[in-house]
């Protein structure tokens, strides 16, 4: 019994999550939820999603200035908060403009293997670990 509350007192923060975009600034989505500010412009990348290697990911959310600045890439737990399971292809809440059905990298390295890191596939919602050296997409959290 112990575990399955604890499996549901974990989802909590996934099952929670409400976004909201405001006109200042504009490309960002809030989680009104949990606070976190989430990119969801990719003007500095020709209106493209952002592909890079694990970290070209970091470096590239630490330089963002979209909004003021302030970015990283997020951990594994945070990019979880954006999937919704009840949509697939991608399996992400409608109010982002910007996603592809794909991997997107979260700045948590896989314990198993320190070369990996975990990523996020917003194609239906699953984790799984990458190599760092491979090209994954990027969304920059604040």
């Known amino acids: 019994m112990k575990p399955i509350l604890l499996i549901m007192i974990g989802l909590s923060a996934y099952i929670h999550a409400e976004f909201t ?40 959310c630490d330089g963002l200035s979209l909004a003021g600045g302030g970015w990283r890439l997020p951990n594994k737990k945070e990019l979880l908060s954006l999937v919704d399971y009840s949509k697939y292809n991608p399996s992400i809440n409608g109010i982002f403009s910007h996603t592809t059905s794909g991997f997107y990298w979260s700045s948590t390295t896989y314990a198993d293997n320190t070369d990996d890191a975990w990523v996020v596939n917003f194609n239906g919602g699953d984790t799984d670990d990458n190599y760092k050296p491979g090209t994954n997409g990027v969304r920059c959290v604040r």
């Open 21 to 60: 975009t405001t006109s200042q600034p504009s490309g960002v989505v809030k989680d009104t939820s949990t606070q976190l500010v989430w990119q969801d412009d990719y003007s500095d990348n020709g209106g493209s999603i952002k592909n890079a290697t694990w970290t070209d990911a970091i470096d590239y």
